[in-house]
């Protein structure tokens, strides 16, 4: 099993620097496919997403596709959400979670589909306290599934804020940074985290990490959002066998 859950890392952490996610929406469902209960594998997802995301933001900030400025004030309420969000995965029925989980990535995928790529570095701005908001909703909804948040704000930010798809994914995968240190710390009270797979997984992932982020920056926008959606799609594929075929 714990050579199975290095190669499982690996892989993830692959998906979550050039995707910019924790890698807890595919990690979940991989691990949900081996046996492992829904609440112990986001136990897991969220220890691997420490790891994965902030080695991945400092590689992104090396590269100069992260920016900061904005992505702090989304960052913090993230962590303030994924505090709460941890509390609320642990009090809430797994069956719950699965359909949750299933109709964030139906979301996500269709925000998106109707996003333009853009490679110009137009973005627009938003009121500090809206993107505040914004990330403590996001923080709540993302660590309760286990998924870092980047699932949901990365499609926001490209669909709706009109980021290019490259900066939306960094920005994404700084967010999860701090909902997922949040979630650590509020799950590792509650004692509801398995820390030897997640370990296991976690540092595997960092090699990962490495490559997918340098894969990102050798791929135009318009390639990148098509891998995004052939990501998301394959993800609901899975849940879709997990919760309606068995």
Do not use: C
Not at 24 to 41: E, H, Q, R, S, W
Not at 216 to 229: I, Q
């Amino acid at each position: 099993m714990e050579l199975l859950l290095v190669l499982v890392g690996m892989v993830v952490g692959t998906l979550s620097g050039f995707f910019g996610i924790g890698g807890g929406m595919i990690l979940v469902p991989i691990l949900m496919l081996l046996g492992i209960d829904i609440k112990t594998a986001i136990g897991i997802s969220i220890v691997q997403m420490v790891f994965s995301s902030f080695y991945g933001s400092y590689l992104n900030y090396r590269r100069g596709s992260l920016v900061l400025g904005e992505g702090i004030w989304v960052g913090v309420g993230g962590f303030i959400g994924g505090s709460i969000g941890a509390y609320v995965s642990t009090n809430i029925p797994s069956y719950i979670l699965e359909y949750l989980f299933f109709g964030l990535l139906l979301f996500a995928l269709y925000r998106l589909f109707s996003a333009k790529s853009k490679d110009d570095g137009s973005v627009r701005t938003l009121h500090i306290g809206v993107l505040f908001f914004v990330g403590i909703l996001i923080g709540i909804l993302a660590i309760s599934l286990g998924v870092g948040g980047s699932i949901m704000l990365t499609p926001i930010l490209a669909g709706f804020l009109h980021y290019p798809i490259k900066k939306a994914v960094s920005a994404g995968l700084f967010f999860v940074a701090f909902s997922s240190i949040a979630g650590l710390t509020s799950h590792l009270v509650a004692g509801s985290i398995d820390l030897s797979k997640g370990i296991f997984v976690a540092v595997a992932s960092l090699v990962g990490v490495y490559f997918g982020v340098w894969l990102k920056e050798h791929v135009t926008d318009s390639k990148h959002k098509l891998y995004l959606l052939i990501m998301y799609s394959i993800a609901i594929a899975i849940l879709i066998k997990k919760i309606f075929i068995g």
